[in-house]
């Protein structure tokens, strides 16, 4: 087992719901969440203008398998919650992250640990700071100590329930 932290977030529909969702159809796939932050209202960043607000929450877990099997999970939990992959950006039923996954770093076309733009995004280092108020990257980085990120965000709502 390895623990991994993953993002999820949500625009359409129901958005609370697809993310619990999410959390008991990860579980069902080896990726099992130990804790979860407070689900946070943010507004969007890149992509196209008029998108609704997305609710994010970052979970940590156990994960079986590798990394890409953990990703693997993540995609087909996606498929399943209806997820399009139409606009880079755009709004979508859900959108999940590996965004650390033990102390691995990786920096391979198309997939990238610890996820490249998460102290970047306030719907990202916001939750994470819920649960861990002083996470360091596995390259030593301490995320208090680097730049503000980009975004507002606003709590929403407790945390997801583990299954």
Known sequence: MVVATLGLGANLGDRL??????VDLLSERGVVALASSRVWETDPVGGPDGQPPFLNAVIRAEAVGTAEDTLAAA???EAILGR????????????IDVLLFG??????????????????RAFVVLPLLDLDPDPVLPDGTRLLDVPAPAGDARPYAA???PP
């Open 75 to 77: 995609n087909e939990v």
């Open 84 to 95: 399009v992959r139409e606009v880079r950006w755009g709004p979508r039923t859900v959108d």
């Open 159 to 161: 945390p997801l329930r």
């Open 17 to 22: 719901a697809t993310l619990q969702r999410a």
């Open 103 to 120: 102390d691995e770093v990786r920096t391979d076309p198309g997939f990238t640990i610890p996820h490249p733009r998460m102290a970047e």
